[in-house]
């Protein structure tokens, strides 16, 4: 019963480069969220997507990233021409619905560094 | 979009129990308290939640006020593991994203 997954664990991308985030999730689960934790702040949601659909991206930067979740594999976050800003942890969660009542299970995340 | 205050930090001995508090005075009806909490370089892990009445499960408790607008975070027993930054998060029925605050850095003491 594995959890959710994330690879990679660390990414270094040089600027200007591209970085591709992957997250699995659980068995059964069908909606994915991925949140950003910037350096000493605070988790920030990013988006929300069902299988091949794209619910909710309004955490997400309108320019240079993007997240889909295809029928069939894992969750991609991308994020194309990298800034040292970018530099942070991502994390995805799953849940089986989205209901409230739903816990979200989180990965172990990807910490991008953006030398 | 935190809509909950919590105490920066909160220190505890082993064995002992913590007692996290988490005011939410605007809470509406259909607000849900949720806590996760976060260990050092993981991901968020859920505690528990509760609408209205006192839940337990196997890692805590959460004790809700009366009128709801504040709830305490009951660790029975803390070990060296519970060290993390725990979330006091309100969910409304309709929201499926997790608003995450500054949270209290838990600290355990050997």
């Known amino acids: 019963n594995a959890g959710v997954m994330q690879n990679p664990r660390h990414l270094v991308r040089r600027r200007g480069q591209e970085a591709r985030l992957r997250c699995s999730p659980m068995?059964?689960?069908?909606?994915v969220y991925w949140y950003r934790q910037l350096p000493e702040e605070g988790l920030k949601f990013m988006v929300y997507?069902?299988?091949?659909?794209?619910?909710?991206e309004s955490g997400m930067p309108k320019e240079r990233f993007s997240a889909e979740f295809p029928k069939e594999g894992p969750s991609i976050l991308r994020i194309q021409q990298v800034v040292r800003g970018d530099s942070a942890a991502y994390f995805c969660a799953s849940s089986p619905t989205s209901a409230t009542y739903n816990e979200q299970f989180f990965g172990p995340g990807t910490r991008l560094t953006v030398l | 979009d935190a809509k909950t205050t919590q105490p920066n930090s909160m220190e505890s001995n082993e064995e002992e129990p913590v007692h996290l508090p988490c005011n939410h005075s605007?809470?509406?009806?259909?607000?849900?308290i949720h806590w996760y909490r976060q260990l050092p370089s993981q991901g968020p892990e859920y505690v528990i939640h509760?609408?209205?009445s006192n839940v337990n499960n196997r890692m805590a408790s959460l004790a809700i006020a009366e009128d709801r607008k504040s709830s305490t975070l009951i660790l029975h027993r803390a070990t060296l593991r519970d060290a993390a930054v725990y979330y006091c998060?309100?969910?409304?029925?309709?929201?499926?994203?997790?608003?995450f605050g500054a949270g209290t850095t838990v600290t355990v003491r050997a």
């Open positions: 998060i309100l969910r409304d029925l309709n929201d499926y994203k997790l608003s």
């Open positions: 997507l069902q299988k091949e659909n794209i619910i909710d």
């Open positions: 605007t809470i509406s009806g259909t607000d849900y």
């Open positions: 068995k059964g689960h069908s909606h």
């Open positions: 509760g609408l209205t």
